[in-house]
């Protein structure tokens, strides 16, 4: 790979794929509406409407892939299908234009059976809410006449993951010694994703035209249960393991009666009341990649975590506001 290659949004999984490409003295544009991002020389940080298929042209000009890491404004499938496939489109279109391969992150959502262990091969015809919207992404990426390529991952955590069950919810509490609350189950066995090697393997297959119009794994440690993800990063801060407490389903099932929210994470309570694991095996021998050990990805986790809280709480005390 060489050239120019864009971004297109700075999330956990944006910010990292721009980061690990600067890094390898590859040139980048990073597109999003703040203008945000990580600061490195390498990388053109540009203030844009990424959905906007007007603006797109000049911006892919020149690229050799995109990544499109954009997500819904909410975790809904309101505001998924309203946003997500027309953004989608614009980005297929310019990048067609361009010459360019995309490149997206995907979930586990679309998987028609997640009773059994999910592989490359596994159908992915699920229909109704997030689920339905992540399957026909995935048909109309597989229809488009840009090349594409699909990397699928499990649920995330890593540095820079916050909205995600073993983020946020998750590594304060431990680093706190706080009874931790999840959903569902917490020793039921579930695919986790390092979102660094989510980002090493949608770069990997940017760069390997004989993986492109296909679907991937990222490389994925075999599955932990909540429990388990939970004492890994205990291990990693060197910290009494927390006690875990599990939200039966049928108590966010209830909520969901009157919270939107709460029906939105209901929706997919299967994956935590059963077990929901993925298999990369096969696509990490196509890439040449295998998954960050358990233990090294949870100590950066850990250690990104102790910073943000240590500069939020530097921020409380000089009286700055949150996310200032």
């Known amino acids: 790979m060489s050239g120019l290659y864009v971004v297109t949004g700075a999330g ?5 794929v721009a980061g690990q490409l600067a890094e390898r003295g590859e040139r980048v544009r990073l597109l999003t509406r703040s203008g945000g991002g990580p600061d490195h020389p390498h990388i053109e940080k540009l203030k844009l409407d990424v959905p906007n298929p007007a603006l797109l042209g000049d911006a892919f000009d020149g690229a050799a892939a995109v990544f499109h890491c954009i997500h819904g404004s909410s975790y809904s ?9 027309a953004a989608e489109q614009a980005v297929l279109a310019a990048a067609g234009e361009a010459g360019a391969v995309v490149v997206f992150p995907e ?10 262990v999910l592989t490359e091969n596994s159908a992915r015809e ?6 339905g919207i992540r399957a026909a992404l995935l048909r109309a990426r597989a229809a488009s006449a840009t090349d594409t390529v699909s990397v699928v991952a499990g649920d995330f955590f890593g540095p820079r993951v916050r909205m995600a069950h073993a983020g946020e919810r998750m590594v304060p509490a431990v680093l706190a010694r706080r ?18 090697d989510l980002a090493a393997a949608m770069i990997g297959a940017a760069g390997k035209p004989g993986l492109w119009n296909r679907v991937l794994h990222a490389p994925t440690n075999p599955p932990l249960t909540q429990r388990q993800i939970a004492q890994a990063f205990a291990a990693a801060a060197g ?14 099932r209830t909520l969901g009666l009157f919270s939107a929210d709460m029906r939105e994470i209901s929706e997919m309570l299967y994956q935590f009341e059963r077990p929901f694991v993925m298999d990369s095996a096969a696509s990490e021998a196509q890439l040449g990649l295998q998954p960050t050990p358990l233990g090294v990805a949870a100590k ?25």
């Not at 979930?107 to 059994?116: A, D, R, W």
């Open 179 to 196: 009874q931790l609350q999840v959903v569902g189950s917490a020793d039921q066995p579930h695919s986790f994703t390092y979102v660094p």
């Open 239 to 252: 910290v009494v393991p927390a006690k875990v407490h599990a939200v039966p389903g049928w108590v966010l």
């Open 300 to 324: 950066a986790t850990v250690e990104w975590w102790r910073s943000e809280l240590a500069a939020g709480q530097g921020r409380a005390t000089a009286g700055i506001p949150a996310g200032t």
């Open 126 to 131: 699920a229909d109704g809410g997030k689920r």
């Open 12 to 16: 956990p999984v944006g910010w990292t």
């Open 77 to 85: 499938a309101a505001a998924w299908e309203q946003e997500l496939p």
């Open 107 to 116: 979930s586990l959502y679309s998987y028609s059976n997640p009773e059994q």
